[in-house]
Each structure stands twice: as C-alpha cells, then as structure tokens.
C-alpha cells in the first residue's frame, strides 16, 4: 500500500512553527499571556523606569496604592525561566522586621520551581512607626481591637503606627501598621498579571511569622484568589480565625478551591502552636483549632492521620499529618517539627515541602474528583518523586477518594456552624475574661435594708416600756 503526503502542508506547518510563540494551554490566563508574541517578559504596564535589579535575580517594583492615602509600596520578582508560557506565581510574604529582598534571597523557589516555570513575588512591610517602632510587619486587621492581648502586656512591646493614629485604630495590643496590605498584594497580583503570562488557576500564597498571618487573612479577604497556601510558624490571633465577616463560613464555596499546610515548632513559644497567652501578651489560636476549621469547610475527616513524606524524621524529627477524605478534592495538612519560633528544616527542605505541596492544587481542578483506584494510583506513583509522598501511602490516597462523595457547596454543613459557634463561645469566653471590670470593695460602711414590714406601737405601748 502506498501512502502519499502532501508536502504543501507540512511545509506550512514548519514555516508557521517559526514565526509562532507557542502558548501552553491554562484555564484562566491572565491578560499578560495576549502579549507574548510581542513582548515576551517585558513589563507592559510601562514600569520599567520604576525596576532595579539585585545581584540575586530580584528585581525591584514599585506601586502607587490608593489606601486611606496615596502610599508607594515596593516589592521584588523574580521572572519565569520562560516567559512566553503561562507560569504559576507564588506570593511569599516575610515576616515581622524583615524585608522582601533578603527574603527572597534566603529561598530557593525560582531554582527549584524551574520545571513548573514559577514566578515568584516578595511584597516588602511597612514601617511607618509611631510612639514605638516594632519593624516592619503586616496588617492582619486587628488594629485597635484590645482583646488579643491580657492588659499587663509589657508597654515596651506596644506600637501604634502613624497610619493606625490616622485612622483612629489604637490600643494596647497594637504592634504593626494599618495600611492596607490585602489591597496591597491584590494590587501586585493584579499588575503581575497584566505585565507577565500568568496562570490565574494557579497563583500560590507562602508567609512565615507575622507573614503566615498576613497569609492567612489574605485567603479570608481574597476567597476566589488561591490555590493554595503555606504558612510557617503563625497562626491567627483571637478572634481572627474566622475573618472579618465569618468568611470561613460565609464564602465556604469558593474557599474550598484553596489547599492548606500548616508547619510550625513544636518549642515556638513566640506563636505557640498549642495557642493560647504568650509570655509577651498576646493571645494566639490554637494550630490544630485553625487546621480544624478548614478541615470542616473541605467536609474532610474531623481527626488528622499521619501521612508518610520523604522529608520524615531527620534532626527535626519532621512529621506531617492530614485530615483525610476532603470532599472537595483539595488536602489540608499540618507538619511539626523540634524547634522554636523561627527554625526551619535543614538547607532548603523548607522550600521542597512548600513547593511540593503547593504545586498539588489547582483552582480548576473539580471540587468533587472521581477516578479508580488503579489509574489513580499509578497516575500518582509516576509522580511520586516529585510529590514526595511514598507509594504506600499513595494506595490508600486513591483508596479514600473511591469512597469520596459530592458535597452540596449550596448549603453549610452542620460541621461547620457547630465548628463556628463553639470557636466564637470560646472567643467570647476570653474576650469577657480580659475586659472584665475590678471588684471594688464599697467606700462607706452599708446598713442593711430591712427585710420585713414595719412594726406599729401604740402610744399605751410606748409609756409601757418606761417605769
């Protein structure tokens, strides 16, 4: 049998090839992908005038913010290794009295995200101090708010920022600033997106410290945003947990596309895992209460199974576990480790586990997946160097999603409103404790009111009574 091709359109085809930017496919790319062809990796939002680079790869931005008052903000990127296909970008946030260059030159994500062509983002803190400067931090929105910290916290400790002095948001527990800093990182994802080829599916979250609760109160404020996070040693602080407007319960559909890992010292007693008042005064969430809750948004197991990872053991006596049987598809998990407020895994461990974690998820994949144990084991162990998980505990991964079923994202589980209710009890618990009023013992002697009718003498009675 003879086979004839026509040469004409394979010669197109290959001439075509040389004059075309192929493009990967992504679900939602952003509008910096429409520009590749002509500019690829350029910034087209005419900010180059505004750039410097580090001699780390970093590149420096700055950006107008419309806060309560026109603030320039700055944050540094490093640029994908191949501009002209959509990338991931993960948003790494630094902790208090850090700043985003040296942070990003202390990671390894740009080397190590290579194959899945990262971008990555280092917004910097603010430090406009006031009567007590405490660094550079993050608003987590709890300025002015008295009840996350007992009222003999130490006054060394206090700070309230010009920016929370302007906005009449001072107290006793202050310690940062009040610019915006949501609106802040939705503005730098926004111009990340317009400038570079960005896949909006797959925009990540990373903070350590203060950072990680700046993190965590970004995936409140911006549900539709991530797909998932990580956060280092920081949990949320009282009454914090749930967000400004109960997000967690409010916006559970959208929040149920965002993956979660939580690491955190066993020996942190700067944010203790276990929660409750720091020896500096302020008071914390407890780990394994934040965990839960987002455990119940995913309409996962209510109880955490060890998961086996290939970072296991070492020094730090590394352990994850995770709450099994998520409906929605996404993982929530939680590590520890032996170490205090700060420590991190030897050499870049750290970067590898959040890495690993983080590139799991995406916000277009179903809520609600479905496959057979055998294509999703084998999927699953082809990539299991990559994903870091062992292949034993992959079968059983694949054998709990067999019995995973769809959840009705309409409606609130009871999980979580009994989750919700019991959280604020507790909040409310705390809150009445620390504003409670002194007992103050009367001035004045007090002469007890009688308790009975008054008693009528006659006059005979009267004169009766005398000799």
């Known amino acids: 049998m003879t086979i004839r091709l026509s040469v004409l359109p394979l010669l197109?085809?290959?001439?075509?090839?040389?004059?075309?930017?192929?493009?990967?496919?992504a679900l939602r790319p952003s509008d910096g992908c429409s520009m590749?062809?002509?500019?690829?990796?350029?910034?087209h939002a005419g900010q180059a005038g505004r750039a410097s680079r580090s001699d780390t790869g970093l590149v420096k931005k700055q950006i107008t913010v419309d806060d309560f008052e026109e603030v320039l903000r700055t944050y540094?990127?490093?640029?994908?290794?191949?501009?002209?296909e959509p990338s991931p970008l993960l948003v790494a946030i630094h902790g208090q009295t850090q700043d985003g260059a040296a942070f990003g030159a202390s990671h390894n994500f740009s080397a190590l995200g290579?194959?899945?062509?990262?971008?990555?983002?280092?917004?910097?803190?603010?430090?406009?101090?006031g009567n007590n400067d405490q660094g550079t931090?993050?608003?987590?929105?709890?300025?002015g708010d008295n009840s996350t910290c007992i009222p003999i916290m130490d006054r060394d400790l206090?700070?309230?920022?010009?920016?929370?002095?302007s906005l009449k948001k001072c107290g006793r527990c202050n310690w940062s600033t009040c610019y915006d800093d949501v609106l802040f990182v939705k503005m730098v994802i926004e111009r990340i997106a317009h400038d570079f080829c960005i896949d909006l599916d797959r925009v990540y979250a990373h903070?350590?410290?203060?950072?990680?609760?700046?993190v965590q109160h970004l995936v409140r404020e911006l549900p539709a945003t991530f797909a998932g996070v990580s956060t280092w040693f920081g949990t949320p602080l009282v009454g914090y947990l749930l967000g400004s407007r109960l997000q967690l319960v409010a916006e559970q559909l959208p929040l149920s596309r965002t993956a979660i890992l939580a690491l955190h010292g066993r020996n942190d007693t700067t944010i203790p895992p276990q929660g409750g008042v720091t020896e500096s005064g302020w008071i914390y969430e407890p780990l394994a209460q934040s965990t839960g809750v987002w455990a119940a948004v995913h309409h996962c197991n209510d109880r955490v199974t060890h998961v086996a990872t290939r970072w296991d053991g070492g020094p730090k006596n590394f352990q994850c576990s995770e709450f099994r049987r998520c409906s929605t598809g996404r993982r929530i998990m939680q590590c520890m480790y032996d170490g205090v407020h700060g420590d991190w895994p030897s050499g870049f461990d750290g970067d590898q586990i959040t890495l690993w974690f983080l590139f799991q998820s995406t916000r277009s994949s179903p809520l609600a997946p479905s496959c057979h144990e055998d294509t999703c084991a084998a999927k699953s162990s082809k990539n299991a160097v990559t994903t870091g998980v062992v292949p034993a505990e992959i079968a059983r991964e694949a054998a709990d999603k067999e019995v995973e079923t769809k959840v009705k994202q309409e409606t609130i589980s009871d999980h979580v409103r009994e989750q919700a209710a019991e959280i604020n009890e507790k909040q409310k618990a705390m809150s009445?404790?620390?504003?409670?009023?002194?007992?103050?013992?009367p001035l004045l002697p007090t002469v007890p009111e009688p308790t009975g009718a008054p008693v009528k003498i006659s006059p005979a009675e009267i004169a009766a009574s005398f000799p």
Request: hydrophobic residues 35%; charged residues 20%.
């Open 114 to 129: 290579q194959d899945e062509n990262l971008m990555t983002a280092f917004p910097q803190g603010v430090d406009d101090f």
């Open 432 to 441: 009445d404790y620390i504003n409670r009023k002194p007992t103050q013992a």
């Open 158 to 165: 206090y700070a309230c920022y010009k920016s929370c002095h």
């Open 12 to 25: 197109c085809i290959a001439l075509s090839d040389l004059w075309t930017v192929r493009v990967p496919t």
């Open 137 to 143: 931090g993050w608003n987590a929105g709890s300025a």
């Open 76 to 84: 540094w990127i490093q640029k994908p290794p191949r501009p002209s």
């Open 36 to 43: 590749v062809g002509i500019q690829v990796g350029s910034d």
């Open 207 to 214: 903070g350590e410290s203060n950072g990680a609760m700046l």
